[in-house]
Each structure stands twice: as C-alpha cells, then as structure tokens.
C-alpha cells in the first residue's frame, strides 16, 4: 500500500502529493492507526554514509522520522493541516545494521492550539533495540488545528 492511499481516509489529503525527498530515498508507507504511523526505509548502496561498514548515513533516517511523526499528526487531527516541524530532536542510540529495512514508527501524543507534540522511534526489525529515538513539534500553518 502507498502513503496517500493509506491516509487517504483523511479529509484534504486527497491534494497532498507525496514524493520528493520521501521518494526518493524509497520511504514507504507499513502501518497507521489513529494517532500513528509507521513507515519503512529500504536500504539502499547510495545512503552508505560510511563506505566501510555499510552503514547507512544519518540524514535518511531524520528524514524517515520527520516524514511518520507529521503523518501521525495528520492521522491524530483526523484531517490535513499545512503544518512545518518546529523542532525534532533525534538521538541515534546504534548505527542501522547494514543491509536492513529502517522502520520508522511516530506518534502524536498531543495537540495544543496551534502546535503537536510528537514522539518516535527508529528499528531494523526489533523495537526493543532501536537505532533512533525522536521527540518533536510541528507547527500548525493557517488556520491552524
């Protein structure tokens, strides 16, 4: 399933179209529920960051992050937003074993007038050992939430 089909239960997504950096790093749309959403990011040769061991550079898995943690406040609100991250703070705990699918699970644990609290994590395959951990706020565009 694609991102926008999977959100597309969500009033004013059916005009936001997804690609862009998202694209092409392969970003793919795994779960959701309704105040989350899971993404996936394949591994790939040109996201090596170092050559040596295979592992995968850090700004991909940021961009994973920042792109589930906004999906999980569209899911939360029930309906599209423009909305910007403020703030996302990412703390890498391990490098993403080389070869392996990142999966990248964000909630939006709360909304207060114009801005969402969001939280996540980052694994490749085991949520019990995370290679990422991020907590963040976006800001509501416009009118607002």
Same mark, same amino acid.
């Given at each position: 399933?694609?991102?926008?089909?999977?959100?597309?239960?969500?009033?004013?997504?059916?005009?936001?179209?997804?690609?862009?950096?998202?694209?092409?790093?392969?970003?793919?749309?795994?779960?959701?529920?309704?105040?989350?959403?899971?993404?996936?990011? &394949?591994?790939?040769?040109?996201?090596?960051?170092?050559?040596?061991?295979?592992?995968?550079?850090?700004?991909?898995?940021?961009?994973?992050?920042?792109?589930?943690?906004?999906?999980?406040?569209?899911?939360?609100?029930?309906?599209?937003?423009?909305?910007?991250?403020?703030?996302?703070?990412?703390?890498?705990?391990?490098?993403?074993?080389?070869?392996?699918?990142?999966?990248?699970?964000?909630?939006?644990?709360?909304?207060?007038?114009?801005?969402?609290?969001?939280?996540?994590?980052?694994?490749?395959?085991?949520?019990?050992? &995370?290679?990422?951990?991020?907590?963040?706020?976006?800001?509501?565009?416009?009118?607002?939430?």
């Amino acid at each position: 399933m694609q991102i926008d089909e999977a959100l597309s239960d969500i009033p004013g997504m059916e005009d936001v179209r997804f690609g862009g950096h998202g694209g092409r790093l392969g970003i793919a749309y795994h779960a959701h529920g309704d105040n989350w959403c899971e993404l996936t990011l &394949p591994y790939q040769e040109d996201m090596i960051g170092d050559e040596e061991s295979g592992v995968i550079a850090s700004g991909p898995i940021f961009a994973l992050m920042d792109i589930a943690t906004s999906l999980a406040t569209m899911r939360k609100l029930g309906r599209f937003v423009p909305h910007a991250t403020l703030d996302l703070r990412v703390d890498y705990l391990r490098p993403a074993k080389p070869g392996s699918t990142v999966i990248g699970h964000g909630e939006c644990y709360a909304i207060k007038r114009s801005i969402s609290f969001v939280r996540g994590q980052a694994h490749d395959g085991d949520p019990n050992d &995370p290679v990422a951990h991020v907590s963040g706020t976006f800001m509501f565009l416009g009118e607002g939430a």
